[in-house]
């Protein structure tokens, strides 16, 4: 049961272009959603959020993009790094719930 | 900048043996969860913890699996008797509020258990 979905399990993108990653979601119910970005042998570190009430926001070079409707979120990340290279998880949770929900993980590679 | 804490970092350990995979929340915190990732597979949630109690918990979290809190500031998670497809790395975390109030949770550097 694939509540969270990350239809792409990698993307290379050019040092200093555009990333996005996309996240499409089942359960109209979920709420709160949230990007977190993981290297590998370390835990999960918090990125972005967003409330269902808003289309977007934007911290840094992160802006994270809403679609309810479409039951789809994006993150952009502008300009790339090669510090971003990184597996990033998409997750989202409900009213009151008490976990999130991960999709399987995008890995972006930044190349210089 | 106050970060979760857990130990070990590697765990190897028998089938059928016990383990007790230690974590320590955010001070100020107030809710805590074990997730566990299998090699190649999502993070899954197994069960979030507050005041005293388990607030929820995934099918995963099955009477194998136990969690406490022995003190102020420890979160353990137990497995009692350890199968092999428990190998996985298994993530602490915790948040000051809980995940109904829009905030976000922060993860340990997690603990790679292998069962053998």
């Known amino acids: 049961d694939q509540q969270v979905k990350q239809n792409s399990p990698s993307l290379s993108v050019q040092e200093g272009r555009i990333s996005i990653l996309n996240c499409d979601y089942t359960?109209?119910?979920?709420?709160?959603f949230l990007w977190y970005k993981k290297y590998p042998a370390e835990g999960p570190t918090f990125l972005i959020s967003?409330?269902?009430?808003?289309d977007k926001n934007e911290d840094g070079r992160f802006t994270v993009f809403l679609n309810k409707s479409a039951k789809h979120l994006s993150l952009h990340i502008v300009p790339s790094q090669p510090g971003d290279s990184a597996v990033y998880f998409c997750?989202?949770?409900?009213?009151?719930?008490?976990?999130?929900?991960f999709g399987p993980g995008t890995r972006l590679s930044v190349l210089p | 900048e106050p970060e979760v804490t857990q130990t070990p970092s590697h765990q190897v350990t028998q089938m059928g043996q016990e383990v007790i995979l230690r974590c320590v929340p955010i001070?100020?915190?107030?809710?805590f969860y074990w997730y566990r990732q299998i090699l190649g597979q999502k993070v899954e949630f197994l069960v979030s913890?507050?005041?005293?109690?388990?607030?929820?918990k995934s099918e995963i979290f099955d009477d194998q699996f136990s969690v406490e809190r022995p003190d102020g500031s420890n979160f353990t998670l137990k497995i009692r008797s350890t199968k092999l497809e428990d190998s996985a790395m298994y993530f602490c975390?915790?948040?000051?509020?809980?995940?109904?109030?829009?905030?976000?949770?922060?993860f340990g550097q997690g603990t790679r258990l292998t069962v053998v």
């Open positions: 967003i409330s269902s009430i808003k």
């Open positions: 997750a989202a949770s409900l009213p009151y719930g008490q976990n999130f929900v």
């Open positions: 359960n109209s119910m979920f709420d709160y």
């Open positions: 001070s100020n915190h107030l809710y």
């Open positions: 975390a915790s948040s000051e509020l809980g995940q109904g109030w829009d905030t976000e949770a922060f």
């Open positions: 913890f507050y005041n005293n109690e388990i607030s929820e």
